[in-house]
């Protein structure tokens, strides 16, 4: 009996240690053959050669209660989605990136999971939802291609009992700050989704003119393809 009870214990060690080697902690675990824009491939070459190492090493750039807040640039938006709440947040929370960040000025490339380990490529058909800890990596297309800006930012906030989601941009992006979802109630059964956005970089000219006008343009097509995504719930 007890023989037995090992050789259980040992398929189950051997099953576990299996999982693991699935599991990465490395930003140069991933396949960069897989990353699809070559200024995102650059970005996170850059982050290893700053020490940025491991997925735990990213951090993100502006937190809850953060002391500094109030020198941020801040942009509103309010979108609003035929659905109900519930399902409306469902829909924005469980939309595959790839979808979600996808159109003439953005595309997304590669997502890390802290708290995992795993990595999930642009044409990979699972995701298993928003969470905190993972962090995206996009490519913006800025003047129809004439220039492109890579982009990552990390989940911080999850709150489905306030029906709130925040992202904030990692340190090494050339803008610092955070978004924030907030999921109200509307009428007729509609919800309306108010995105609040924190930003500064180094250049007074591009946060006064720059970051605006293309942010309105992606933040619009990112609420484009969700609304398309909730409309099928």
């Known amino acids: 009996m007890n023989l037995r009870k090992l050789h259980i214990g040992l398929f189950v060690t051997l099953m576990v240690l299996g999982n693991l080697s699935h599991a990465h902690e490395n930003l140069s675990d991933i396949d960069l053959k897989k990353v699809h824009h070559k200024k995102v491939r650059r970005f996170l070459r850059k982050q290893q050669l700053n020490n940025i190492i491991r997925f735990n090493d990213i951090q993100p750039s502006l937190v809850d ?15 609003v989605v035929n ?27 590669v997502l890390l999971k802290k708290s995992t380990g795993e990595i999930v490529y642009n044409d990979s058909k699972e995701y298993d939802g928003a969470k905190k800890g993972n962090v995206l990596f996009l490519n913006l ?35 610092q700050g955070k978004q924030q979802l907030k999921f109200v109630e509307g009428e007729n059964g509609q919800t309306q989704i108010i995105h609040q956005t924190y930003f500064k970089s180094g250049s007074k000219f591009r946060d006064k003119y720059i970051y605006p006008f293309f ?12 609304k398309k995504v909730a409309a099928s719930i």
């Open 83 to 109: 659905q109900s709440i519930s399902k409306s947040w469902e829909a924005y929370k469980n939309a595959n990136p790839a979808i979600a960040w996808c159109g003439k000025n953005i595309g997304f490339d």
């Open 215 to 226: 942010h309105t343009r992606i933040i619009n097509q990112f609420h484009k393809n969700i």
């Open 141 to 175: 297309k800025v003047c129809k291609g004439l220039a492109n800006v890579p982009v990552a930012f990390e989940i911080t906030t999850v709150d489905p009992a306030n029906r709130i989601m925040e992202f904030s941009y990692i340190k090494g992006n050339k803008s």
């Open 65 to 79: 209660n953060a002391a500094d807040i109030d020198q941020y640039s801040t942009h509103t938006k309010t979108y």
